[in-house]
C-alpha cells in the first residue's frame, strides 16, 4: 500500500459516514436517542475488531450524528465519548472475537443512563436506563455486530487491507 495515511484516512470517513447515514435513518423511527433505543449504527462498533481506522471513524460518526439529530450538548459529549471508549474496547479486546461486542455495551450502559437522566430530563431512573440501553445495545451490538462481524470476516482481506 503506497499511502497508509490516506487509506486510513478514507476508512474512518466511510465508517463515519455510514455511521451517520444509519443513525439519521433509524431517528426517523425515534430509535437513535431516548430511554428507548436501538441505534442500529452501534453495530459498527465491532469494526474496531477489523481495523485501528473504525476508532476514529465511530468517534466522528457519532459526533456528527449527534449534532446533525439535535441531541443536546451533554449528549453529543457523553454519547460521542461513549461510543469511542466502546470502539477503544473492542480494539483492546479484537484478539477475542466474541468480545468485540462488549465494550460499546458497558461503556453505553454506564454513560448514557446519565446522559438521559440529566441532559434530557427524562423521568425513569438510571436503573431503568441502563435497563432499557442494555437492551437495545444488546440488538444493535450483541446481536447485529455480531451479524455484521460474520459476514464481513469472509471479506477481512479485501475490504480491511492494512
Not at 74 to 102: M, Q
Amino acid at each position: 500500500m503506497k499511502n497508509k495515511k490516506a487509506y486510513f484516512i478514507t476508512q474512518a470517513a466511510v465508517i463515519a459516514a455510514i455511521y451517520v447515514v444509519l443513525t439519521v435513518a433509524i431517528n426517523a423511527f425515534d430509535l437513535a436517542s431516548g430511554a428507548i433505543q436501538v441505534r442500529i449504527s452501534e453495530a459498527l462498533t465491532i469494526l474496531p475488531f477489523f481495523t485501528p481506522a473504525a476508532v476514529p471513524g465511530l468517534f466522528i460518526g457519532c459526533l456528527l450524528s449527534n449534532f446533525i439529530t439535535g441531541a443536546p450538548i451533554w449528549d453529543v459529549i457523553f454519547g460521542s465519548l461513549a461510543t469511542l471508549l466502546g470502539a477503544l474496547g473492542t480494539y483492546a479486546l479484537r484478539k477475542w472475537k466474541w468480545c468485540a461486542p462488549i465494550p460499546p455495551i458497558l461503556a453505553n450502559v454506564l454513560i448514557i443512563p446519565f446522559v438521559l437522566q440529566y441532559a434530557y430530563g427524562l423521568p425513569g431512573g438510571i436503573p431503568f436506563f441502563m435497563l432499557t440501553i442494555g437492551i437495545g445495545e444488546l440488538i444493535s451490538c450483541g446481536i447485529l455486530g455480531m451479524l455484521l462481524l460474520f459476514l464481513l470476516q469472509k471479506y477481512r482481506t479485501h475490504l480491511f487491507r492494512q
